[in-house]
């Protein structure tokens, strides 16, 4: 059992920054891929970003890239999204969460809810025009 709880969100306006941050509990990180997921108001859930175990890459949607970093702090045990040049499209709520074997291993899947097993509660950007 994973324990994925988001932090990080809030208003900010357009050209701003924000920091995201998913804090694991029950099971270590460092060694397991993760996502990034964002669901806008009416829509559906939709990839930001993957992070692969240790020299796998990190892949990024194309709306969020060169906006957008995921990293991590295995000490702490978190995954981190830092976003950078915020837009209004960027509102959403904000979903961290970890991909157990068996893992994805194509671009297709990086993106598929279904491939992930668990998830945060989510937490809420809006960005202001």
Excluded: H
Excluded at 12 to 36: E, I, K, N, T, Y
Excluded at 90 to 103: I, K
């Amino acid at each position: 059992q994973v324990q994925l709880v988001e932090s990080g969100g809030g208003l900010v306006q357009a050209g701003d920054s924000l920091r995201l941050s998913c804090a694991a509990s029950g099971r270590s990180l460092s060694s397991f891929p993760m996502g990034w997921f964002r669901q806008a108001p009416g829509k559906g859930r939709d990839f930001v970003a993957r992070m692969n175990r240790s020299g796998g890459g990190i892949y990024y949607a194309d709306s969020v890239k060169g906006r957008f970093a995921m990293s991590r702090d295995n000490a702490a045990n978190t995954v981190n999204l830092q976003m950078n040049s915020l837009k209004p499209e960027d509102t959403a709520v904000y979903y961290c969460a970890v991909d157990l074997p068996p893992y994805a291993t194509t671009w297709s899947a990086y993106q598929r809810e279904t491939q992930y097993d668990y998830w945060g509660q989510g937490t809420q950007v809006t960005v202001s025009s």
